[in-house]
């Protein structure tokens, strides 16, 4: 009996206290040439504890009050990867980050699908009127993935992007609400902010 292939499930969800660990060994673990290649300086990450600790005191605040809000990527049942936003200005925009952690699975699509997702979570979750992204110009997945997911190119410039990030050109990428329509998303209702 022949097996038919099926399209992989994708879904994005807020990050809960257990995913944080996974995300920060996936820094840790990469390869410093890897890490260069996204953009960060080596010298600038913290050790996995203290990274850890700044993190969870960071998920227990309001929405309001967080530096960063994460989104794990679930592919099948399992986490592959995560955006985050920062810069958060409530009901305008925020700065959107992106890591597929899984290499076997980027370029086959998934990334881009997972990119829309977040996007709209984000979008209806803050009431964002734009998302922005700078990836570091010389890493070309997320400068192909961005443009795939919507989000159209603005500009290049020269900056230092992150706190964990050197000084580099970066391509700024820019996703509007009002194009962020028609997403394959079902959002949960019963975990969207209340007035806090």
């Known amino acids: 009996m022949p097996v ?13 206290e257990s995913d944080y660990g996974p995300m920060v060994d996936y820094f840790l673990d990469s390869e410093p040439l890897v890490l260069t290649g996204m953009g960060i300086d ?4 913290l050790g996995r504890e203290e990274w850890l600790r700044h993190l969870l005191m960071d998920h227990q605040k309001p929405d309001a ?6 989104l794990a990527w679930i592919r099948d049942d399992d986490l592959v990867g995560h955006s985050s936003i920062n810069q958060i200005e409530l009901g305008k925009e925020a700065h959107f980050h992106l890591h597929l952690w899984k290499a076997d699975m980027r370029g086959a699509g998934v990334g881009a699908e997972l990119v829309r997702l977040s996007a709209a979570f984000y979008i209806e979750r803050f009431g964002f009127k734009r998302l ?3 990836p570091y ?7 192909r993935v961005l443009p795939k997911a919507g989000f159209r190119f603005v500009k290049r410039y020269r900056t230092v992007p992150t706190t964990l990030s050197f000084e580099q050109d970066v ?7 009002d194009d962020c329509t028609g997403s394959t998303l079902s959002v949960d209702h019963s975990i969207m902010p209340t007035s806090s």
């Open 4 to 16: 038919a292939s099926r399209k992989p499930s994708l879904a994005v969800r807020p990050f809960e």
């Open 137 to 143: 110009a010389n890493n070309p997945a997320p400068n």
């Open 171 to 177: 391509n700024r990428f820019e996703l509007d609400a």
């Open 132 to 134: 922005v992204c700078e």
């Open 42 to 45: 080596t010298r600038k990450m």
């Open 65 to 70: 009050q967080r530096d960063r809000f994460y």
